[in-house]
């Protein structure tokens, strides 16, 4: 039997969807991982001040956005790894979640194998985080 691959790791879950909201935490939990769950955006952005390894963002929350919780999340000195999924296929909101600085766009219905993979990889690899660009000269 292999080790847990989210073992002592801390993960928000926010997904307004009760039965998926139950089964993300369900495989997240078998694979070692801490979780708290929430059902809207805003109680999404005052959770998440706890300070946690990686959030699963739904896109369309009750309260605020998930765009907005992401803005709130990558905003931060150190963001959680942020992984959104969403029924929406729409490329254009996959470019605005990536200018926004999401790690992982993943489409409903999803794997929670899939899920569970890229969580751990993107723990295990944190991407590279873009240096600021230098400030204007202003002469």
Known sequence: MTAPRLKD???LIVDDDEDILASIDLALRTEGATTHTVTDG???VTASHAGFDAVVLDMMLPGRSGFLVLEKLK???RPPVVVMITANQGKR???YAKDLGVDAYLVKPVP????IDTIAELLENP???EPAPPPENED
């Open 42 to 44: 805003t109680t999404a």
């Open 127 to 129: 991407p590279e985080k």
């Open 9 to 11: 790791r801390r993960i």
């Open 75 to 77: 905003d931060r000195d």
């Open 93 to 95: 909101h996959m470019a």
């Open 112 to 115: 929670l194998t899939r899920l």
